[in-house]
T-cell receptor
Framework: RKEVEQDPGPFNVPEGATVAFNCTYSNSASQSFFWYRQDCRKEPKLLMSVYSSGNEDGRFTAQLNRASQYISLLIRDSKLSDSATYLCVVRSTDSWGKFQFGAGTQVVVTP | NAGVTQTPKFQVLKTGQSMTLQCAQDMNHEYMSWYRQDPGMGLRLIHYSVGAGITDQGEVPNGYNVSRSTTEDFPLRLLSAAPSQTSVYFC?????????????FGEGSRLTVL
């Protein structure tokens, strides 16, 4: 079983709509959680960290459910520029924290 | 603002050849790492380093070698290339104690082994 699992999609979303997707992780001792964004054939870039109480960054909302071991990302009022692959990233508890990456969820926003 | 610089961006090798992927960062980050990304799989850690002279293996280290003689540079060596090493390789760095834990990636090196 993969340590971090994501629905690969694609999620086809009309412009202006809301889309949400989850990521599950297997290591209950995981410490930190992130969403990265990766555009086609580009490097991943940090979108946002995920905090225990949930957090928002503009149109993006991230939630963490430690009991069920999943994190979620919700995108409101989707823009064409939101089309990308969203990578779920989980960091382990050792001092330097190895980062475990999910394979990504592809989002395609259509006009 | 160079950040993390990887070279080359593209490379084609024949089976059995060796080569080095270069990675340099100008942010004085202690931590540097190499990942490979294959279709349908998440980025997988090959090797990492927490400072000059200190390296350790990641999830998929076989067939790769690294060294860290300076804070800035972290080259990845393919000892004898195999078709299974066809992949996109990313170098990433971060600062120790970074609150966000953000990894900064290079633009990637696309390697094809024939």
């Amino acid at each position: 079983r993969k340590e971090v699992e994501q629905d690969p999609g694609p999620f086809n979303v009309p412009e202006g709509a809301t889309v949400a997707f989850n990521c599950t992780y297997s290591n209950s001792a995981s410490q930190s959680f992130f969403w990265y964004r990766q555009d086609c054939r580009k490097e991943p870039k940090l979108l946002m960290s995920v905090y225990s109480s949930g957090n928002e960054d503009g149109r993006f909302t991230a939630q963490l459910n430690r009991a069920s071991q999943y994190i979620s990302l919700l995108i409101r009022d989707s823009k064409l520029s939101d089309s990308a692959t969203y990578l779920c990233v989980v960091r382990s508890t050792d001092s330097w924290g190895k980062f475990q990456f999910g394979a990504g969820t592809q989002v395609v926003v259509t006009p | 603002n160079a950040g993390v610089t990887q070279t080359p961006k593209f490379q084609v090798l024949k089976t059995g050849q060796s080569m080095t992927l270069q990675c340099a960062q100008d942010m004085n980050h202690e931590y540097m790492s190499w990942y490979r990304q294959d279709p349908g799989m998440g980025l997988r850690l090959i090797h990492y380093s927490v400072g000059a002279g200190i390296t350790d293996q990641g999830e998929v280290p076989n067939g790769y070698n690294v060294s860290r003689s300076t804070t800035e540079d972290f080259p990845l060596r393919l000892l004898s290339a195999a078709p299974s090493q066809t992949s996109v390789y990313f170098c990433a760095s971060r600062r120790q104690g970074s609150y966000t834990g953000e990894l900064f990636f290079g633009e990637g090196s696309r390697l094809t082994v024939l």
